[in-house]
């Protein structure tokens, strides 16, 4: 199944890294605990999907690594930068540069045509607008809809949205993907293609991706499951592992 | 330091072309033609009344210094003071009534673009709202606040250009249409074209500034906004 073969040395390199990290939230006067102190390495190159329940704190941590929200105690290093020392400017680099987001609801602009959504990071990143084309053009052909780049999202279905959504998200060449339920507005066949596409992404380009999900068909081609519960890392599983439980007909709670 | 380090990474700043942003702001206006109709007609509502009260002063104001006794007849059939009409009134009477007329005057306007500012601020809210998860979506993708600033202050500038033109129109010709009905060719042959200009430059001015006034409070929560919200599946 997984098609790339890593050598030791490119497994070692951690792409995002969380040190005891904590999240507390204020909820008038008392204080609800989203992160208990979350240890996680994230390598260069990997698949990696968190799983969790709802309420687990699977979103915040989720949210932690993409740069989007700042813990309350602990360090989030994300290509070995500490996001807390971020300034507001230094995180839209971030954001625009290293890393690639894809929504739940996909999110494109709905004034855009696909390919102006998947070059619009790539205008932000200064680009000019026919090198953004040009690039943007290899990227629609990569998820298969070079010929509804003049498309607006309203004209493309549910998958087709998140076909151009991925192609946005590898804009800039990040260095992580960051999927938020990727397949959880898609139907079964749909989502399988979505997940079929970023692993085959994630194999030819080398693109890490972390993705947060409920989907047990994310199992297959993730490298590393991390489970979530009650605001701490429950259990990690690697490829091996899975191999093994995908096998014995995936009998894990829903 | 931080940046430094970004820098080395992988170059280049994050930029948002004028003409890029021009190009998004008016599609943005597209898509939602009805509610830019609404905010767009609350400014020429606005801007005919302020264009008629200034452009009918000046005209009024022209055939006033003519001071021709049969447009003086005509002016104070319409119950307007002149000139030559001071022997039945003390000139100081005539002028405090004058101030007066030009107080209340100053209200008027005062408060029609009042409510106007307070309608396309309305509007904007709405439409940042509306908006969110586009916006959080853009500044996933590297938005600094000021593109998002940029954006919203660019529609709302659209709109006001485009409302302020058709208002000052509008109030032109009523005012052309009610003073020829009252004055005749007088209008014509008197015609305070500097006057005119004025009012125009004036009420171009005043529809551009009222639209950006508007404009600032909903373009700065919208830049506030945390890209997270772009997650947010509700809605």
Redesign the interface.
């Known amino acids: 199944m997984s098609t790339v073969e890593k050598t030791p040395s490119e497994e070692q390199r951690t792409v995002v890294r969380t040190q005891q990290v904590k999240k507390i939230y204020k909820m008038g006067n008392t204080e609800v605990q989203a992160l208990r102190g979350v240890d996680l390495e994230i390598y260069t190159g990997e698949y990696l999907s968190l799983m969790g329940p709802s309420g687990s704190g699977k979103?915040t941590l989720f949210?932690m690594v993409g740069g989007?929200?700042k813990p309350s105690e602990g360090k989030v290093y994300i290509?070995e930068?500490?996001v807390a020392?971020?300034?507001?400017?230094?995180l839209?680099?971030?954001?625009?540069?290293?890393?690639g987001?894809i929504?739940?609801?996909f999110?494109l602009?709905?004034?855009?045509t696909a390919l102006e959504n998947v070059t619009?990071?790539m205008?932000?990143?200064?680009l000019t607008s026919d090198e953004s084309r040009d690039k943007g053009m290899v990227l629609l052909e990569k998820v298969g809809l070079g010929e509804r780049h003049s498309h607006k999202p309203y004209e493309l279905s549910g998958g087709q949205q998140q076909r151009v959504a991925v192609a946005?998200a590898l804009a800039?060449d990040p260095a992580v993907v960051l999927a938020?339920?990727p397949t959880?507005?898609l139907d079964l066949r749909t989502g399988t293609e979505i997940i079929e596409l970023l692993k085959e992404m994630n194999a030819s380009s080398g693109v890490t991706i972390i993705s947060a999900t409920h989907d047990h068909k994310m199992l297959s081609v993730s490298d590393r499951v991390v489970w979530i519960k009650d605001g701490q890392v429950e259990r990690i599983a690697d490829r091996a592992d899975l191999d093994i439980e995908v096998t014995q007909v995936g009998g894990e709670e829903q | 330091m931080?940046?430094q380090?970004?820098q080395v990474?992988?170059g280049?700043?994050?930029?948002?072309?004028m003409s890029?942003a021009v190009e998004?702001s008016i599609?943005?206006l597209?898509?939602r033609f009805g509610r830019s109709l609404i905010t767009t007609s609350g400014i020429i509502l606005a801007i005919a009344f302020l264009m008629s009260v200034w452009s009918s002063n000046a005209l009024i104001g022209s055939l006033k210094e003519a001071n021709k006794s049969e447009i003086n007849l005509l002016l104070q059939k319409n119950g307007i003071e002149t000139a030559s009409a001071e022997g039945g009134r003390s000139s100081a009477d005539a002028r405090a009534q004058a101030q007066e007329e030009r107080s209340k005057q100053t209200w008027l306007i005062g408060l029609s673009l009042l409510v106007c500012v307070v309608g396309i601020a309305n509007a904007m809210l709405m439409s940042v709202t509306e908006r969110f998860?586009?916006i959080?979506?853009?500044?996933?993708?590297?938005?600094?606040?000021s593109?998002i600033i940029k954006l919203f202050l660019l529609e709302s500038t659209f709109q006001g250009v485009v409302g302020t033109t058709i208002g000052i129109a509008i109030g032109l010709l009523m005012t052309l249409g009610l003073n020829l009905l009252a004055y005749g060719g007088y209008v014509f042959s008197y015609f305070p074209v500097g006057g005119i200009l004025q009012s125009v430059l004036a009420s171009l001015v005043a529809g551009t500034l009222l639209s950006l006034v508007g404009a600032m409070l909903p373009a700065y929560k919208a830049a506030k906004m945390?890209?997270?919200e772009?997650?947010r599946?509700d809605t």
């Open positions: 979103s949210n989007l929200d290509d930068v500490d020392q971020l300034d507001a400017y230094e839209a680099w971030l954001r625009c540069r290293k890393i987001y929504f739940q609801s999110n602009i709905p004034v855009m619009l990071p205008v932000f990143a200064g946005r800039n938020d339920e959880a507005n | 931080n940046e380090r970004l990474a992988g280049r700043e994050i930029v948002l072309p890029k998004i599609r943005s597209k898509i998860r586009e959080g979506t853009m500044k996933c993708l590297g938005a600094l606040d593109f945390e890209p997270v772009a997650m599946s």
